[in-house]
């Protein structure tokens, strides 16, 4: 009976096969609580009606649940155990606050030498850090954008290294400096996401490798979904995040020879840096609205720019200060046996990835503007257009009405 089908039809099988099956793996890896297993073996069951319905034979559809309950087992096996973090060095970016401050108390409570970089290093996350964190942990004053600093960092490590070898590098330290449509962002905007998030990070991995190659150790992004997808208004950060996230994945082949292990971790959203700082906003808003010249103002409209402004201090307020998702996932990044490539930390971001990686682009389009900055209101040159639109086309109405009762009185 399997004569009967032709080649086109064995293709699109085996199509059907690797997109389910594919769909189950980035499932079971997302994240969803208790729909992934349901969802999963929803698919099996998809798969496993279309193959009873072509009438394969028996042992073949055997040996495809087989295969398939392996794959499930493997995904719920508990992972192994890890690895002591005894004896192991991690240099830890932007420690002044938020998730590199987090990282660097956890880190140190569970035994790591942490080397911890701040801009101040009289600051109050400093200062905080000297006071709660073991004698192990060293500070260093590090702008990643000057590369005197790292190469003195670099040097400082050594030194306190002696022969020991780097076990990880956590890239933390980044900066979104500007909210609003690209059109409206300061061109000097685009080249400091650009210089931290980007070069910033470049340096410091490219001075750290040979400690991290001695090693076999570990490298830890923190990234941005913002990379992958365009998140409306965020244009400047999230191009500067994709630079990023390319030149990461690259490195991740690269030093695979190397035993050196690359993984990105991508955030939900969480109240770092200045979300949650009010006087912060107002600034950005004032600076914005300065710089725009006046036919960009008169084309967009001040209440346009207010209206971006209120809903990304409106979208911080409700953003996670519980940091322990990223923090948990630097850890285990640094002591899994086998760690991940991608670490989606926090809740929604793997369903984000899920249908953004299978649905079709209209859905994933739909789901990412109702997910982010939901504006009210359009560009003022718009609202007048329409408005001369509206107008016109009622004064078209009111004339065929006149041309029509003339029509009926002749």
């Known amino acids: 009976m399997m004569d009967d089908y032709t080649l086109p039809f064995w293709i699109y099988l085996g199509v059907l096969t690797v997109f389910i099956v594919g769909a189950m793996k980035k499932i079971l890896a ?8 349901l969802v999963a073996w929803l698919g099996a069951t998809v798969l496993v009606e279309r193959l009873w319905a072509f009438c394969l034979p028996a042992v073949l559809l055997l040996v495809l649940l087989g295969l398939t309950c392996c794959f499930y087992s493997a995904a719920r096996a508990p992972p192994p155990a890890a690895l002591p973090a005894h004896g192991k060095a991690v240099l830890i970016t932007g420690c002044d606050s938020g998730f590199g401050n987090a990282a660097a108390k956890r880190l140190d409570a ?15 996350g400093a200062r905080e850090l000297q006071r709660t964190c073991s004698p192990r942990l060293t500070l260093l004053q590090v702008d990643i954008t000057q590369p005197q600093q790292v190469q003195q960092a670099l040097l400082d490590t050594k030194a306190k290294l002696g022969l020991k070898g780097l076990w990880g590098l956590v890239n933390n330290a980044g900066v979104c400096v500007n909210f609003g449509d690209a059109e409206l962002s ?40 913002a990379g992958d997808q365009p998140f409306p208004c965020l244009a400047a950060y ?44 107002e600034q950005q808003h004032k600076q914005l609205l300065q710089s725009l010249s006046p036919a960009l103002l008169q084309d967009y409209g001040e209440d346009y720019v207010t209206e971006t402004k209120e809903l990304f201090q409106s979208y911080a307020r409700q953003a996670n200060p519980d940091f322990s998702p990223v923090v948990d996932s ?13 670490y989606f930390a926090g ?46 086309s009622l004064h078209n109405n009111n004339n065929n009405n006149n041309e029509e009762e003339e029509e009926k009185l002749k």
Request: charged letters at 15%; proline letters at 7%; glycine letters at 6%.
């Open 110 to 124: 569970l035994g790591f030498e942490v080397f911890a970089t701040v801009l101040d290093l009289s600051g109050d």
């Open 238 to 281: 999230g191009a500067s995040k994709a630079a990023l996230n390319l030149f990461i994945n690259t490195l991740r082949h690269e030093l695979e020879p190397w035993g050196v292990r690359v993984s990105t971790i991508l955030p939900s959203s969480y109240k770092t840096g200045q979300s949650s700082n009010h006087v912060y906003w």
């Open 330 to 342: 630097i850890v285990q990044a640094l002591l899994s046996p086998q760690p991940q490539a991608r």
């Open 30 to 37: 997302s994240h969803l609580s208790a729909a992934p297993p």
């Open 347 to 392: 809740p929604g971001v793997g369903l984000m990835y899920f249908i953004h990686s299978y649905c079709p682009f209209s859905v994933s389009n739909r789901f990412l503007q109702k997910l982010f900055v939901k504006k009210k209101l359009m560009p003022l040159a718009l609202r007048r257009q329409s408005g001369f639109d509206l107008n016109l």
């Open 186 to 225: 300061l061109m000097s905007n685009f080249r400091g996401c650009m210089e931290v998030n980007f070069f910033g990070t470049l340096s410091v991995t490219k001075s750290f490798l040979p400690l991290l190659r001695q090693a076999k150790g570990r490298i830890i992004t923190i990234s941005s979904p």
